[in-house]
């Protein structure tokens, strides 16, 4: 059992940064999917950003080149740090973990560990 919890969310201006931050418990994860996740207001829930066993990364088109996702396997945590930030960015945001192999195009429904969500809100 992996039990994940978001930090660092708020509010922002746009073109502002913020950076989201979230610990596990219970297991290592370093072999891990990692994953950050969004759902903005009316939307679906959709990958923003996510790093594989090896540390290889995987961004959204709307976010790439603004946003970082790094994870430290000593803390067992996992960053993502945004900058120029969006109104559009505007969403709740949840970390999860899966144990596939499979990472870069994993879809939502198949990370079993989710954070609570915290909440991000960009001006304009």
């Known amino acids: 059992e992996v039990l994940l919890v978001e930090s660092g969310g708020g509010s922002a201006q746009a073109g502002g940064s913020l950076r989201l931050s979230c610990s596990a418990s219970?297991?290592?994860?370093?072999?891990?999917?990692l994953g950050w996740f969004r759902q903005r207001p009316g939307k679906e829930r959709e990958g923003v950003a996510r790093?594989?066993?090896?540390?290889?990364?995987t961004y959204a088109d709307s976010v790439r080149g603004r946003f970082t996702i790094s994870r430290d396997i000593v803390k067992n945590t996992l960053d993502l740090q945004m900058d120029s930030l969006k109104p559009e960015d505007t969403a709740i945001y949840y970390c999860?973990?899966?144990?596939?192999?499979?990472?870069?195009?994993?879809?939502?429904?198949?990370?079993?560990?989710w954070g609570q969500g915290t909440q991000v809100t960009v001006s304009s």
């Open positions: 790093v594989n066993g090896y540390s290889g990364t």
């Open positions: 219970g297991s290592t994860y370093g072999e891990y999917c």
């Open positions: 999860a973990a899966s144990r596939s192999d499979f990472c870069s195009g994993l879809p939502p429904e198949l990370f079993p560990y």
